[in-house]
């Protein structure tokens, strides 16, 4: 895989990892997954990859030109089977990442909290555009497939153990800003924490937003991104001013400081909002069309009129 290395403009962000190739990609041209065309085959027994027990079921995963394949079996009988197709590859639960990004979670380890006995496996759908989907199954008091969690352009997705609540949460990231304003590389994104909630609906993972966050910018912080917000500004540079004023933004948003985000726009000065560049209704109208606004909405204080009273963003 090609990355490219984007160091951070501003203090809250993460050092993040992005295909240099999806610069030059439109996102609809990149391989999509799809189902094998003869499960049967992709799941034969001769193409079986490995195995692991937990409690009474038998993850397995399987490789060939037929596809790739996940099959639980529990008592001789096959309890769940996905195929696909043969660009794509599973994982039984979660390995340490080689570059220590992350830690190996035990198979069977309770992530959602629900006090039951869990399995994770991972699709990698390979392609310009990797990542990963998360599949986590809970094997007690019922075998069920609990959730389906879509990385989109994350390749670093991962659960993690909080060192002080002992509790595992999902760290994945907010991929809405995709290829906004101009290329992939130049578009904001954000780290985001989720846990499992319970809901009458069944539950599913949500925004953690007090493990979300951080300190407001010290002076020497602030001054610092808004004078490369600002030059980038005065440049009229629609290619940087994703990863400088909009990112920022993003990042005091979620972090828990949307009050500062607001003041950071004003502070970029009027004629950021001047097209070509992108302005702050569009930025909004965008942000609400992120899976994560639901849980971010109540958290957003006092927004401008210009964000208030955006609509989510047709296209990009």
């Known amino acids: 895989m ?24 439109n996102p609809a041209s990149l391989i999509a997954q799809t189902a094998a065309e003869n499960p049967a085959a992709a799941c ?15 993850f397995a995963s399987y490789s060939s030109d037929a596809g790739a394949c996940l099959q639980v079996i529990s008592a001789g009988k096959v309890v769940f089977r996905r195929a696909v197709d043969s660009f794509q590859s599973f994982t039984l639960g979660q390995p340490s990442s ?21 399995m994770i496996v991972s699709l990698f ?82 925004l953690a937003l007090d493990k979300m966050q951080k300190p407001a910018p010290t002076p020497a912080e602030w001054n610092k991104s808004l004078a490369a917000a600002r030059k980038v500004v005065s440049q009229g540079d629609p290619n940087s001013i994703g990863t400088t004023l909009w990112q920022t933004v993003l990042d005091l948003i979620y972090t828990g400081h949307s009050d500062l985000a607001w003041k950071f726009v004003d502070a970029a000065g009027p004629k950021a909002q001047l097209k070509p560049l992108p302005t702050l209704a569009d930025f909004c109208g965008l942000l609400k069309q992120s899976p994560y606004w639901p849980d971010l ?3 957003v204080k006092n927004p ?13």
């Open 125 to 206: 759908s390979g392609g310009a555009h990797c990542c990963t989907t998360h599949f986590v199954f809970e094997l007690a008091p019922a075998f069920k497939l609990l959730a389906t969690l879509n990385d989109a352009d994350d390749d670093l997705a991962h659960f993690a153990r909080d060192p002080k609540d002992h509790h595992y949460y999902y760290h994945t990231a907010d991929w809405t800003f995709s290829y906004w304003p101009t290329c992939f590389a130049c578009s904001p994104s954000e780290l985001v924490v989720l846990r499992w909630v319970d809901g009458a609906n069944g539950g599913g993972f949500h």
């Open 2 to 25: 090609v990355k490219l290395f984007l160091v951070s403009l501003t203090w809250s962000r993460f050092p993040r990892f992005v295909l240099a190739l999806a610069c030059l990609a």
């Open 98 to 118: 080689t570059d220590g990004n992350y830690f190996a979670v035990p198979n069977g380890a309770d992530v959602t909290g629900r006090g039951h006995p869990d």
């Open 44 to 58: 034969a027994a001769k193409n079986r990859l490995g195995s692991v027990k937990v409690a009474e079921f038998t």
């Open 304 to 316: 401008p009129p210009a964000c208030a009273s955006a609509g989510p963003a047709t296209d990009k």
């Open 297 to 299: 909405a109540p958290s």
